[in-house]
């Protein structure tokens, strides 16, 4: 089975910057260094947005910095913290769409990825996700050209989780989006950030993964509204196994203590 690793919801400050006095370089060094370890047979690692928290140069050049030398091929996405300026000036070959989205199709063996770019710039729907006309049409062409098993993977989970306050800035098209991939028998799962929490869910028949994030989480406050709220629980990443047809989905706490793995 192919392997995948996946992390989102970076949210790279600037060198001596912290969250909830975290240090997401760190945190995110911490994490490839134990992936690196752990699981070197990955094909492909795909980090889903919200790369850095402002969206800054020196955000991205911090990035840049730590994301080198990695020993498997990257996908980047971006989420609403980013900005595909700022982006693109940093990564300058990061694929994107014919309409400069960061959107892209990767094929690994009898697998496709297809990674969405739900970055929304309206200041009036600020941090919410948003699949417009030009980027829904260019999802289709993608499945159109190609009826091996997908995975789709994108920033802003399709449905409300329960966490109100980030529902309140989720995907504003989610029925749509959700709509047009039932349409296509090929797409076997779909994968999601931006809640900071590992979700796993079964919507419209779509089987969708929210991972948690390399640095904060959100508190198990269902119901409750905001978006800004954080705590201190382990860093974490996901591992994807996959033959296409079936897909089975790891979480891995990388923070909590390192254990020796025995016998009994």
Known sequence: MAKILVMTDLHITPEGETIIGLDPGARL????AHAARTHPDAERIVMMG???HHGAQQEYARLKTLLADLPWPITLMIGNHDTRTGFRAAFPDAPTDADGFVQSAIDL???R???LDTHETDPAVQ???LLCPARLAWLVRELE????PCLIFLHHPPFDTGFSGMDHIGLMNAAELRGMLTAYP?????FAGHIHRTITASIDGLPITVFKSPCHQMPMILGQEGSGHSVDEPGAYGIILTDGDNVVVHFEDFTLPFQVVGHY
């Open 29 to 32: 060094s911490a994490g490839l």
């Open 50 to 52: 919200d790369l850095t």
């Open 109 to 111: 063996g009898d697998i």
């Open 113 to 115: 990825l297809i990674c």
């Open 127 to 129: 941090h919410s996700g």
């Open 145 to 148: 050209a190609d009826t091996k």
């Open 186 to 190: 090929q797409v076997k799962h779909v």
